[in-house]
T-cell receptor
């Protein structure tokens, strides 16, 4: 199956700093990637859809100026959490569709963000 | 709105069967099922497309009733490795997945 990687797997930062998370499709091209956030013991919540070469589309209630998404190439999308605060601490997961495939979404291993 | 899963949690002895239900308030194009272990990303189990299909994957199978906007996941002769939280992901034709509330499955020896 297709492989999606994320980096870093864990990050701890101070309140007020920015953190960048990378999502890469390793063996396929992804014109669309998705970013999810998952709080402990909760479900995955879609934050935004990342589109290669155009602006990301954000779900209702997600601040686009706080969660900056850049999809610079067909294999890389980045999520930058700006001015992070403790309430941003969460598990961030990206995923991607394989174009022309059966519709399966492939997930990255996730990034655990802890803001002190 | 988020699909509702039932039950919220279930404990089984190894070898027992379980059914996990997923109910949506919206029309569905496809339903995806995932299993997530603690601290890890979800792992894809199967996808069902509209048309009322049923699918099987080893001892795990699923059905999709498009009219009722429901899907069920069937786990037979459960193994210890089946433990985890199961999520359905529903898709309404726009390629976005909306994940269900989750069902925590614990298998005990």
């Amino acid at each position: 199956g297709a492989v999606v990687s994320q980096h870093p797997s864990r990050v701890i930062c101070k309140s007020g700093t920015s953190v960048k998370i990378e999502c890469r499709s390793l063996d396929f091209q992804a014109t669309t990637m998705f970013w999810y956030r998952q709080f402990p013991k909760q479900s995955l919540m879609l934050m935004a859809t990342s589109n290669e070469g155009s602006k990301a589309t954000y779900e209702q209630g997600v601040e686009k100026d706080k969660f900056l998404i850049n999809h610079a190439s067909l294999t890389l999308s980045t999520l930058t959490v700006t001015s992070a605060h403790p309430e941003d601490s969460s598990f961030y997961i990206c995923s991607a569709w394989v174009a022309g495939g059966p519709g399966e979404q492939f997930f990255g291993p996730g990034t655990r963000l802890t803001v002190l | 709105q988020q699909p509702v899963q039932s039950p919220q949690a279930v404990i089984l002895r190894e070898g027992e069967d379980a059914v996990i239900n997923c109910s949506s308030s919206k029309a569905l194009y496809s339903v995806h099922w995932y299993r997530q272990k603690h601290g890890e990303a979800p792992v894809f189990l199967m996808i069902l497309l509209k048309g009322g299909e049923q699918k099987g994957h080893e001892k795990i199978s699923a059905s999709f009733n498009e009219k009722k906007q429901q899907s069920s996941l069937y786990l037979t002769a459960s193994q210890l490795s089946y433990s985890g939280t199961y999520f359905c992901g529903t898709e309404g034709g726009n390629e976005k997945l909306t994940f269900g509330t989750g069902t925590r499955l614990t298998i005990i020896p």
